[in-house]
């Protein structure tokens, strides 16, 4: 009876799908660790070279330190990046809209290419595009699609491009795919990878640029000498000790993911192949979106829609689901096939 009533409250507990946050429990040792190293916030972080955070980072990656730059989460590689290279900006839509919010900010003259259509999400910029732009953005894989960027495209664009390509790996870790092996060949290469999506520790904000050291060297001028904190830099070998949880949850939640995809595309609505840990989804038009998301937030599920602030470019039609607990998304099928059902019978 207990085990029943348990579960019973936790299938009436609010469930939040929007942020793209790793919703998994946190390792226990690895918290205990942390919660030490609280005696000492009255401590400044290293500071300016951070040597030993970007030492261990360098090893995560696979490469050498001055190849590393830490940042306040990947937002702050993005901004910088924005400050650095002006001119012309290629931006690939419907994509994470901090590249079209950081261009505004820093009066860069934006050029958006649409690359959905019909439910495709492709990247093609053309080749007049990338003589003209000082930066081009690619997102890999694409948010809010999901969708992964082959690597012959993005070596296509590098050798095409006249100005900086950055690749936005913050979804890497689902993926499984980069091209940070590429930094030494193409000079005009950056990537930015975060620890907030699949590690979980979004909210100490940290994020990292990867390049070849002129470009590292060109973006640390606009960086802020204690832009990482104390409690960030120290969490990130603690975090690094226990790759193998994360290992196993992230294929958790891939698993959880193309489950939702298949239960979704058989509900009649259609759900994008996705190889993040989020998932989009498409409706007829933006009054079904409307009444799809308020049915949702009525039941306690909470999700972004197209017409939120995360997203450059994306219509009124679309619904983004972040994958959590199975049973979490077990409950958005539940929630949606009754949806249908009192559809139906409403009319």
């Not at 590689?77 to 590249?99: N, W």
């Not at 007049?128 to 809010?144: D, F, G, H, M, T």
């Not at 000079?187 to 907030?196: A, E, M, Q, V």
């Not at 219509?315 to 972040?322: A, M, P, S």
Request: charged content about 30%; overall charge positive; aromatic content about 12%.
């Amino acid at each position: 009876m207990r085990d029943k009533a348990k579960k019973k409250s936790l299938k009436e507990e609010k469930i939040f799908l929007t942020q793209s946050y790793f919703k998994y429990p946190l390792p226990e040792e690895m918290l205990k660790v942390l919660f030490e190293e609280l005696k000492n916030i009255n401590r400044y972080p290293s500071g300016g070279e951070y040597v030993k955070l970007r030492q261990a980072l360098a090893e995560y990656v696979n490469v050498k330190l001055e190849n590393v730059l830490p940042t306040n989460g990947s937002d702050e590689v993005i901004e910088i990046v924005s400050r650095a290279y002006k001119g012309e900006v290629l931006i690939p839509i419907p994509t994470f809209s901090q590249y079209e919010t950081s261009a505004d900010r820093g009066g860069l003259s934006k050029v958006l290419i649409n690359c959905l259509h019909d439910g495709v999400y492709c990247l093609d910029y053309s080749a007049q595009q990338l003589e003209k732009a000082s930066l081009v953005w690619i997102c890999n894989p694409n948010n809010p699609t999901g969708t992964r960027i082959p690597r012959e495209k993005i070596v296509n664009i590098l050798q095409k491009a006249k100005g900086m390509v950055v690749v936005d790996e913050c979804n890497y870790e689902y993926l499984g795919e980069t091209v940070i092996d590429l930094i030494s060949k193409y000079k005009n290469l950056i990537i930015s990878r975060s620890f907030s999506k699949n590690f979980g520790i979004a909210g100490l904000r940290l994020g990292f640029a990867i390049s070849n050291p002129q470009n590292i060297e060109r973006l640390a001028v606009f960086c802020q000498y204690f832009r990482v904190n104390r409690m960030a830099e120290m969490a990130v070998k603690k975090v690094l000790k226990y790759l193998d949880y994360y290992r196993k949850a992230w294929e958790e939640i891939k698993k959880i993911r193309d489950k939702f995809v298949r239960q979704i595309n058989i509900l009649g609505f259609f759900a994008y192949s996705s190889k993040a840990n989020f998932v989009l989804v498409e409706f007829k038009n933006k009054k079904e979106t409307e009444r799809v998301w308020e049915y949702l937030k009525g039941k306690g599920i909470f999700t972004l829609a197209g017409w939120e602030h995360e997203f450059s470019g994306l219509g009124d039609q679309y619904i983004r689901f972040t994958i959590g607990k199975e049973w979490e998304m077990d409950k958005v099928v539940e929630v949606l096939s009754d949806y249908i059902k009192r559809s139906q019978e409403s009319i």
